[in-house]
């Protein structure tokens, strides 16, 4: 029997996005079609300027593409009109930023707990699911802790874990690994790997082919067009890793980017 047809998790469909005026235009995103599955853990990657940050933010509802259409989970996502963005960023999706972004005067725990209690979670089930995705993450020794008292890499798993919390369709990761050393680098991703095994659906855009030769699929952006992109299959990270860097040195060479 022929597998069940699934609908893709993101769907993105000849997406343009232009910046400036008639006289002075950047084509930031110059056609971009690409979709993701449920269960992927997609890299995106590109040299500077090729349009990685405008595609994840026209997926996070945060910029608004000039033409071209983006399905979530079926909807599009373009046509929202202002008062549903924020719901739909809220239910639907997870945000890890290069630089935690977590709240100052909360707890490790509070912080967690803030994205159940905005998705009216039901207040019994919050301290049980902040313990569990906090132990998937290995953070739970810090979760009364707050984030002047954490680590770098203990803020980014903490801010993992509030970003997966709530069962988010897509976990949207901005330069994740960015602000922090090899060794948390690899916690980190490692981190993400277990979520991606567990499956979470997950979009990590990276300057870093270390980064991305953890994910499953690279896509690598050139001047705001899908130019090419190779999957890991069965292949080892290590050799995975050896085939980004020779796209990326086709590309134009970020290799002083990677560690
Ligand atoms: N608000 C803006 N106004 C005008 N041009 C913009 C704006 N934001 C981005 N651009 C331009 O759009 C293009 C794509 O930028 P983008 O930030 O998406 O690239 P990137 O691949 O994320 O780069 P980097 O790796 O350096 O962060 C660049 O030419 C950039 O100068």
């Known amino acids: 029997m022929a597998p069940a047809h699934t609908e893709p998790v993101l769907s993105c469909q000849n997406v343009e996005k232009l910046y400036g005026s008639r006289s002075n235009v950047t084509r930031a995103l110059d056609g971009v079609s690409f979709d993701v599955d449920a269960g992927e853990y997609l890299a995106i990657m590109g040299p500077s300027g090729s349009g990685k940050t405008t595609l994840l933010n026209c997926i996070s509802t945060i910029d608004r593409p000039t033409s071209g259409h983006i399905y979530v989970d079926g909807q599009d996502i373009t046509a929202l009109r202002a008062h549903q963005l924020s719901k739909f960023r809220r239910e639907r999706l997870g945000f890890v930023f290069?630089?935690?972004?977590l709240l100052d005067t909360l707890t490790a725990r509070e912080n967690i707990a803030l994205a159940l209690t905005i998705n009216h979670a039901p207040a019994r089930d919050v301290p049980a699911r902040v313990e569990e995705v906090a132990a998937r993450l290995g953070v739970a020794e810090v979760l009364d802790k707050f984030p002047h008292e954490m680590s770098g890499g203990q803020k980014q798993r903490v801010a993992a874990?509030?970003?997966i919390v709530t069962n988010p369709s897509l976990v949207l990761a901005d330069e994740p690994t960015g602000a922090l050393d090899s060794k948390n680098s690899r916690r980190l991703?490692?981190?993400f790997e277990t979520l991606n095994a567990d499956?979470?659906?997950?979009?990590?855009?990276?300057?870093?082919?270390?980064a991305a030769s953890y994910a499953r699929r690279?896509?690598?952006l050139k001047d705001g067009r899908v130019w090419n992109e190779i999957v890991r299959g069965s292949k080892t990270r290590k050799d995975f890793f050896n085939e980004i860097m020779d796209v990326v040195s086709f590309l134009g060479g970020e290799g002083a980017d990677v560690r």
Request: proline share 0%.
């Open 218 to 220: 690279a896509l690598f």
């Open 161 to 163: 874990a509030r970003a």
């Open 189 to 191: 991703l490692e981190s």
């Open 98 to 101: 290069q630089d935690s972004n």
């Open 199 to 210: 499956g979470a659906t997950i979009i990590m855009v990276t300057h870093d082919s270390f």
